[in-house]
């Protein structure tokens, strides 16, 4: 397209017919399922782990990615952990946050809910103040900059103890930090929802939204639990309540949100493929179902990449493209005018996605 950009006319008859092909439109959605430290693209890795003087065991940039081959979700979360140790300065959590931001508005995010994991860093030495900030200075601007409206999820680590989260929540309430919500995330299986009752209510009563992971990996019962013991608004992942159906119908009665991540089941191996991915028969049950990133730089892609492989695989109606994109904003925690704002966005333009 050279020739173009530089004014050029070009002979039709020279055009490639592939480059006659209108762009499909990328629909306005709303990040609801994101790690900011699963935003972490490995040249970025490379470049934080030489600024901070940090030696990575790993020759290069193919040895690293030779290692994102995931056998489920333990296997990743050692990995993931293991690289935020380039991250020592506000300016890197900065870095970090405004790399995701720009890639998120090519995407079409309009709206981003951006979880982080706090006591990932406090447990290498990284104080609060260090990583909130830094991330936080970044989310300040980003509507002006990148079109994004955001918000801060302070996500607790579900393998540690409730002990541990009560402690970090008061300190992020004691340095009034900006977040709107709390989440729940990390290795499933054996961690419960139960676990965090005292939290929840302390969250709650705090004026914060509430999310959890829950039937990611772990059952249906997970689910269940997150809904009664610990009052969520939101679950996050949510795919094996299509184990058990009379949850499905509670959740499709109560419209609950579900922030589905295709291409992260894939790679944790949640499922064995796409083609195998419950979110045509979620959306088919009339589930309140929404397409996430959750850890793009781990997982093989940003929200757009999620909807043009699901595209390429289940070839999703525009109808289906459009509900899927409504739906992440009705079930965001922005304000009922950005909502609105972002449904007219929706609604304005042809329905195409990538
Ligand atoms: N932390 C980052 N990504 C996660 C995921 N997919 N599940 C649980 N914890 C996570
Ligand atoms: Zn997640």
């Given amino acids: 397209m050279d020739n173009f950009a530089a004014g050029t006319a070009v002979p039709e008859t020279e055009l490639d017919a592939a480059e006659l092909e209108v762009p499909a439109r990328i629909l306005p959605v709303a990040e609801l399922h994101l790690h900011i430290e699963g935003t972490l693209q490995p040249e970025l890795i490379f470049a934080l782990a030489e600024r901070n003087g940090i030696a990575l065991p790993y020759a290069g940039l193919d040895e690293l990615r030779e290692r994102y081959e995931f056998t489920d979700l333990q296997s990743f979360l050692d990995l993931y952990y293991a690289n935020m140790a380039v991250l020592q300065t506000e300016q890197d959590f900065a870095d970090m946050t405004r790399a995701y931001l ?11 809910e951006i979880m982080m994991d706090p006591q990932a860093h406090l447990s290498r030495g990284i104080p609060l103040e260090t990583c909130v900030n830094g991330v936080a200075s970044v989310l300040a601007t980003s509507q002006e900059e990148f079109g994004i409206s955001t918000l801060l999820i302070a996500a607790f680590l579900r ?50 939204r509430l999310t959890a992971h829950a039937g990611e990996e772990g059952p249906a019962s997970y689910i269940i639990e997150a809904l009664d013991i610990l009052g969520v608004e939101r679950i996050d992942h949510g795919i094996r309540c ?22 992260s089941n894939v790679r944790l191996r949640a499922v064995d493929t796409l083609a195998d991915h419950p979110l045509p028969a979620m959306l088919a049950a009339g589930l309140n179902v929404s397409v996430n990133s959750d850890d793009p730089a781990y997982f093989g892609g940003y929200v757009d990449d ?49």
């Fill in 159 to 208: 393998d540690l103890s409730e002990e541990s989260a009560l402690e970090v929540l008061d300190g992020l309430l004691a340095m009034n930090a900006p977040i709107a919500a709390i989440g729940l995330d990390s290795a499933e299986v054996g961690n419960p929802p139960s676990k965090f009752e005292r939290l929840y209510a302390k969250a709650r009563e705090a004026g914060l």
């Fill in 306 to 354: 999620n909807f043009a492989q699901l595209d390429a695989v289940f070839e999703l109606s525009d109808f289906d493209k459009a509900r899927l994109a409504a739906n992440s904003i009705h079930s965001s925690f922005a304000s009922e005018e950005r909502k609105a704002e972002l449904l007219d966005e929706l609604n304005g333009g042809e329905v195409a996605h990538p």
């Fill in 242 to 263: 299509m184990d058990d159906p009379d949850l499905v119908e509670r959740l499709v009665d109560a419209r609950t949100p579900l922030t589905v991540c295709p291409l």
């Fill in 102 to 112: 720009e890639r998120a508005a090519a995407a079409g995010v309009r709206h981003a």
